[in-house]
Structure formats: C-alpha cells, structure tokens
C-alpha cells in the first residue's frame, strides 16, 4: 500500500465527521457567561427572568431541569409531557427554533446566531449551579 492509499480512510473519516458535526451543532466558540447576561437581558428579558414566572418560565435552575417543571407556570401540554431534561445540546436546539425541539410548544423566538446561543447557555448554566 502506498502513502496515498493509506490517507483514504482519514479522508473518508473526516468527510463522515464534518457532516455529522454540521448536522448538530453551529461551530460556536465556548460560552461566555458575562456576555451571556448582557445578551439575557437583551434578547429573553422581556419575557423571562431568572427567577419570576412571566410570559415565559422562571430560568434559574433550567439546566439540568426537566422541561415543563418550574414550579407555578402554565407550560403547554406538549411541553409538560417532553421528557427533555435541559442541556447544553437541547438549549442550543430549543434556542435556534424551540419548534423543532418541541411541536406545540407556546415559545416562538428564535436566536439565530450560534455564539448567542452559546453565550446565553452557559450563562443559564451559571445561574443554575446550585440550584435543585
């Protein structure tokens, strides 16, 4: 076998990885939790809050929560009987088109940008530490 025929299967490997990541997962940097609060408050404040119940549920403790549990809100019903407990791979799914993730859900706003995504995640994350 020469060198060119041994470089095949890494081809063949990294071709099958690219496709698999491009169907997950936006290429995002790591989450910045301080420009997490800022895009927070920017992009989901007006209908939630860390720890008020408003148009939309209460967001300290979200991570690692199941979906539909925050104590005191009225989550649709297809929400409720998800059995998503919330991640960082199923927030960046709900956040880029919450529809998708969960048909019928109430929740229509979408943050397209990935690195949002990340950002407003891993501030979620932060605020949840703790929290059970």
């Known amino acids: 076998m020469n060198a060119h025929?041994?470089?095949?299967?890494?081809?063949?490997?990294?071709?099958a990885a690219s496709f698999a990541l491009c169907g997950t997962t936006v290429f995002a940097a790591p989450g910045d939790a301080v420009r997490g609060a800022t895009i927070y408050t920017a992009?989901?404040?007006?209908?939630?809050?860390?720890?008020?119940?408003?148009?939309?549920?209460a967001h300290r403790g979200i991570y690692g929560r199941k979906a539909g549990s925050a104590p005191g809100y009225a989550y649709?019903?297809?929400v409720k009987n998800s059995r998503i407990i919330w991640n960082a791979n199923n927030?960046?799914?709900?956040?880029?088109?919450?529809?998708?993730?969960?048909p019928g859900t109430k929740m229509a706003f979408r943050l397209t940008d990935a690195q949002k995504r990340a950002d407003v995640i891993a501030y979620l994350r932060q605020q949840s530490a703790g929290v059970r």
């Open 5 to 15: 025929h041994a470089l095949i299967p890494r081809a063949r490997f990294l071709v």
């Open 43 to 57: 992009n989901c404040g007006s209908c939630h809050s860390l720890d008020a119940n408003r148009v939309g549920p």
């Open 76 to 78: 649709s019903t297809p």
């Open 91 to 102: 927030l960046d799914r709900w956040l880029r088109d919450p529809r998708s993730v969960i």
